[in-house]
Structures are given as structure tokens and as C-alpha cells.
């Protein structure tokens, strides 16, 4: 009777040295691949945010696989939308708390009094106005009948366009006529089928399969036009969800970053998760993801070097008096404020 007990009791001590065994193994797992980590009994906080399409968006869209966020106690809700206007009106409306969108379309919002200020910078990245006409090589070649293709008027683009007709031809405005507003896939696909446009001011990777193509070519890059780099998007949370919700806050903060930095160490697993999404093989979003020029960072860039331009050319009436009008702490915190003279970081928050 004793040895069937004792039998028992090994037996017992087994299944929990095993169910152990797994459990440790789980944990394993937690240390390569970010999971969710909040208690399952407390309820997450929630976050409504809107991003875009292109490589850029490549660190959101891991983080819709990849958990990121819940481990701080915040639930993130996405939604994909195809400009900076289509979010900047979602915003104003209250059916965002948070965004992605190019510094141009911000200072617009902004202008008008959209309630948001720039959380984190986010990612510098090639942009640039391509061409597969034989008789266009500078912006002086583009006739009237030529069209162009943007994300929507006021759009990054846009503004690096119209940035770079001014120092070539005198005058910002000098194609504003020849714009078409199409989603950077829409214009992708027009730009390969060589109808309807014949440039496309887009961001890989679509602007690594036009050049791919043979006769398709740069005309103009975003840097050239700007003057240095600059942040292709930045990230917006509202006065409304950044002063009544500063956990989320901080949690939306410290979950981009670190999905940031995923990508940027896992170059090879980001291709492979997000291949099917673009369309593109593995092997060939990873060259793209590792891209000369392309920098996936939430460190700020430019984030007043297209204001002074803007109110110049007569897209804002006003411009910010300090980087605090546009910026939460945080950016304030990181671009610092040197006595004696500005440092590294607060210069290239202008255009040269």
C-alpha cells in the first residue's frame, strides 16, 4: 500500500517538474519576441491610431503582429488610411487618438487648430519624384499636359515639390496644376502601367520598383529639395488622450520604440512577416529594408524646417513660435535647448 503512494506521489512530482519545464520554456520565448504581459485580469487601456501605406509604416506593421504595447497595459486599435488628409480630418473629428503623418499635413492641421502635438519623430526615408519620360530630366522639362502623382495636395511631396520650384524656377506654385492625388499603391501601379502620370513622388517600396524598371529614373530628391534630412512622418497624439491619459501616453511612447528597435534588429523576420503584405518576395524586402538612406528611427527631424517655407508660400498663415507649440515634453526633452548657442540636435530641426 505504501509503495502504490509513494508511486503516486513520484508520479505527481513529475507532471509538475514537466508542466514546469514548459512553463520556463514559455518564458524563454517571452525574451526573443515581445508578448503581451498585462494581467489578464486588468482591463488595458485603449488607443485609436491611424497609419499609412509604404516601408515606412513597416515598425506599425509589425507591431500589429507583434504584440508591443499590451505588456504596458495599453490595447492599440489600427486603422490604415491613404493621406495625411484623410487622418488629419479623422483627428479633428475624435476618431483618432494618435497618427502618423509627413510634418507638411501636421502644420496644416495644426494651422487650422487640430488639438495634436508630435510625440516621437519617425523614420527617415528616401523619398523622391521619379519619371519613365525619355525627354524629362529637371523639373523645367514638365509640361503642362504632364501629370504627377501625390499622395494629396499638402502631402510631404507636395511640399518638398514646391520647396524645390522655388530655389529652381522661382515660383512654388509652378505645378500645382499637374498634381493627381492617388495613394502611393494607386500611383505605383499607374507609374508601372505608364498611364494616366507620368512622375510619381512616392517612398519605397515603391519607389524601388519603379527605378527597377528599366528607362525609370530620378528627377528630384526629397533631401536635395529640403536641404538635410528630415523625418518623413512624425507621430501625433491628441491634447485630449495625452492630458487625461498619461499612462497611455507614455505606454504609446515606450511600445513605438520598442517596436522600432525590433525592426532595426531584426531586419530578416520583418521581411518575412510583412512580405505577403507588400507583395514582394522575402529577399527583396529585405534589400529594400536595409536600403541605403533608410533610417527607422523615432529620433526628431526638421520638425520646423518646413514651417517657415509653408507660411511663405501661403499653405499655413501662422508659424510655431517655439518647438513647444507642436512638440509634447518628451521631444522637448530629447531635442534638449543648449545655452550659448543651439546644439546638433536643435539645428536640424530647421532646413537649411
Same mark, same amino acid.
Given at each position: 500500500?505504501?509503495?502504490i ?65 499590451s505588456k504596458?497595459?495599453?490595447k ?24 502618423f ?9 495644426w494651422d $487650422?487648430?487640430?488639438p ?5 519623430g ?6 523622391s519624384?521619379v ?6 530630366? $529637371? ?20 511640399i ?15 505645378l500645382d ?7 502611393h ?20 517600396p515603391?519607389l ?11 528627377i ?6 529640403f ?17 487625461n ?7 504609446f ?15 530578416e ?17 529585405? $534589400?529594400y ?6 533610417n ?9 524646417g ?25 521631444i522637448?526633452a ?14 536640424i530641426?530647421?532646413s537649411?
Amino acid at each position: 500500500m505504501f509503495c502504490i503512494k509513494k508511486q503516486k506521489v513520484v508520479a505527481v512530482l513529475v507532471v509538475a517538474l514537466v508542466i514546469a519545464l514548459i512553463l520556463s520554456g514559455c518564458g524563454q520565448k517571452n525574451v526573443k519576441e515581445p508578448q503581451a504581459m498585462a494581467s489578464t485580469n486588468e482591463e488595458l487601456m485603449t488607443i485609436r491610431v491611424a497609419k499609412q501605406f509604404g516601408l515606412v509604416y513597416a515598425p506599425l506593421m509589425v507591431a500589429e503582429k507583434i504584440d508591443f504595447f499590451s505588456k504596458y497595459g495599453l490595447k492599440v486599435e489600427w486603422v490604415t488610411l491613404g493621406s495625411g488628409g484623410a487622418v488629419r480630418e479623422a483627428m479633428a473629428s475624435d476618431e483618432l487618438d494618435a497618427a502618423f503623418m509627413g510634418i507638411p499635413p501636421y502644420l496644416i492641421g495644426w494651422d $487650422k487648430g487640430l488639438p495634436a502635438k508630435i510625440a516621437a519623430g519617425y523614420c527617415v526615408i528616401p523619398v523622391s519624384l521619379v519619371t519613365y519620360d525619355d525627354n524629362i530630366n $529637371k523639373l523645367e522639362d514638365i509640361k503642362p499636359e504632364h501629370k504627377i502623382a501625390v499622395p494629396s495636395p499638402g502631402s510631404i511631396q507636395h511640399i518638398l515639390l514646391s520647396m524645390a520650384l522655388e530655389k529652381q524656377l522661382g515660383n512654388p506654385n509652378a505645378l500645382d496644376d499637374n498634381l493627381v492625388a492617388l495613394p502611393h499603391p494607386d500611383g505605383a501601379q499607374a507609374m508601372l502601367a505608364k498611364k494616366d502620370i507620368v512622375a510619381h513622388f512616392t517612398t519605397p517600396p515603391y519607389l524601388f520598383e519603379e527605378l527597377e524598371q528599366p528607362g525609370y529614373k530620378v528627377i528630384l530628391d526629397g533631401f536635395d529639395a529640403f536641404g538635410q534630412d528630415f523625418n518623413f512622418n512624425v507621430a501625433l497624439v491628441t491634447e485630449n488622450y495625452h492630458d487625461n491619459n498619461p499612462k497611455g501616453y507614455a505606454a504609446f511612447v515606450q511600445g513605438l520604440n520598442e517596436a522600432m528597435n525590433w525592426v532595426n534588429e531584426n531586419k530578416e523576420k520583418t521581411a518575412e512577416l510583412l512580405a505577403s503584405e507588400f507583395n514582394i518576395e522575402k529577399e527583396k524586402l529585405l $534589400k529594400y529594408l536595409t536600403a541605403e538612406g533608410v533610417n527607422f528611427t523615432t529620433a526628431p527631424y526638421g520638425l520646423m524646417g518646413f514651417a517657415d517655407f509653408m507660411k511663405k508660400a501661403g499653405y499655413i498663415s501662422k508659424v510655431p513660435e517655439s518647438l513647444s507649440d507642436i512638440a509634447w515634453e518628451n521631444i522637448l526633452a530629447q531635442v534638449g535647448k543648449r545655452e550659448g548657442g543651439p546644439c546638433i540636435l536643435e539645428n536640424i530641426q530647421w532646413s537649411k
